[in-house]
């Protein structure tokens, strides 16, 4: 990718060391992980402290700041609707099928999490996002990228990273093409291993009457619990089938 503005290029890459860290950060790593002097850090650290994107803690360390939060929040505000359409059907999913359930839409090309409830039964909506950069490796991403057509995969492809998450991800636009084929025959997608190795998911897409795509469904689970309780795919696509139906019902009696 061109780099445009370096300051800003690395003030955004500080945001996301210090985002995807296990804890606080101290800012001799970041230097290092960038491979900057501990000076050009520091300035563009307490730069992004002064507008309050980091915040320092007593030990010296940094984490995001309260700016952080109002972006989320803001960037979360156009699915705060479609979480509450999608909601209650996601939670009946997961309780007619015993596994995880889940809905996305696509954002900006990447894959947006609305609602889950995993298969403990703890729900979220609008919550974590693990899955934006795994549109290309899950059922519910695939689905997606089927109905969305070429043109739209093309701009995918030239804006996102396929990343091989372990060595089953299909990575490269030629096998996910040969995927999204299958997708597009099918009606729906199965992916196992290629974005969490040991976990099973199946995906269909929920569309309006008037063919209009509002995301994806999936359930999901550990692959040793789809073989041990003789889960089978038909019926794993009947229950998302139900399921969609409550959504498109749901959505209409909001409108």
Not at 18 to 30: K, T
Not at 38 to 61: D, M
Not at 141 to 163: D, H, M, N, T
Not at 184 to 211: C, K, L, M, N, Y
Request: proline share 3%; hydrophobic share 40%; net charge neutral.
């Amino acid at each position: 990718m061109k780099t445009l503005i370096q300051s800003v290029d690395r003030a955004i890459e500080i945001l996301e060391i210090v985002r995807d860290a296990e804890g606080p950060v101290r800012a001799s790593m970041i230097a290092h992980e960038m491979q900057l002097p501990l000076k050009t850090a520091h300035n563009l650290i307490r730069s992004l402290q002064q507008h309050g994107y980091l915040v320092q803690n007593e030990e010296k360390s940094y984490q995001l700041g309260p700016e952080c939060f109002l972006l989320s929040d803001q960037a979360k505000g156009p699915f705060s609707q479609l979480g509450r359409q999608v909601g209650d059907a996601v939670l009946e999913l997961h309780r007619k099928s015993g596994m995880a359930a889940f809905f996305g839409c696509d954002y900006a090309y990447r894959l947006y999490c609305v609602t889950i409830v995993e298969a403990s039964g703890y729900r979220e909506i609008n919550g974590r996002q693990l899955w934006l950069n795994s549109m290309h490796a899950t059922a519910a991403g695939r689905v997606i990228l089927a109905a969305r057509g070429e043109a739209y995969l093309e701009k995918f492809l030239e804006q996102s990273e396929l990343r091989k998450f372990n060595p089953q991800t299909k990575n490269t636009p030629e096998a996910l093409r040969a995927e999204l084929e299958k997708v597009r025959r099918d009606g729906f997608s199965v992916v196992e291993d290629e974005h969490v190795v040991g976990f099973i998911s199946v995906a269909i897409p929920v569309t309006t009457p008037q063919g209009k795509l509002l995301g994806s469904l999936a359930s999901s689970c550990r692959t040793h619990l789809w073989h041990e309780r003789k889960l089978q795919l038909d019926e794993v696509l009947r229950d998302l089938r139900w399921s969609a139906g409550r959504i498109i019902e749901a959505r209409g009696n909001l409108l």
